[in-house]
């Protein structure tokens, strides 16, 4: 069982990039999946999730408007699309999984099943 986050790079402010969440050893559809970022000596924060039950999503402030999250039950994969992008988006991008909460949460401790990151940095 196995979630690999990937799409991350390179990107100057306003450009755009989608992340991918990929799983392997278990379908996607039936779990909730939180995205989270990490910048460099700060903590790991949520940004996003999408419910396993309805689809539901949820997303904070500072990304609101310009994130997106969506789940491609054909391709077993959960994108993140991040348009308009700040120096401030700069960190380490992780997805993580859950089967046990058909409601998602940004709060890390929802989660059982996390990704390796990938670095997404904007920079002009």
């Known amino acids: 069982v196995q979630l690999q986050a990937s799409g991350g790079g390179l990107v100057q402010p306003g450009g755009s990039l989608r992340l991918s969440c990929a799983a392997s050893?278990?379908?996607?559809?039936?779990?909730?999946i939180g995205w989270f970022r990490q910048a460099s000596g700060s903590e790991r924060e949520g940004i996003t999730c999408?419910?396993?039950?309805?689809?539901?999503?949820y997303y904070v402030d500072s990304v609101m408007g310009r994130f997106t999250v969506s789940r491609d039950s054909t391709k077993n994969t959960i994108y993140l699309q991040m348009n308009n992008l700040k120096l401030e988006d700069t960190a380490v991008y992780y997805c993580?999984?859950?089967?046990?909460?058909?409601?998602?949460?940004?709060?890390?401790?929802?989660?059982?099943?996390w990704g390796q990151g990938t670095q997404v940095t904007v920079s002009s």
């Open positions: 993580a999984a859950t089967a046990k909460r058909p409601l998602c949460t940004i709060f890390s401790w929802g989660y059982d099943t």
């Open positions: 050893g278990f379908t996607l559809d039936s779990y909730s």
């Open positions: 999408i419910s396993s039950s309805n689809d539901k999503t």
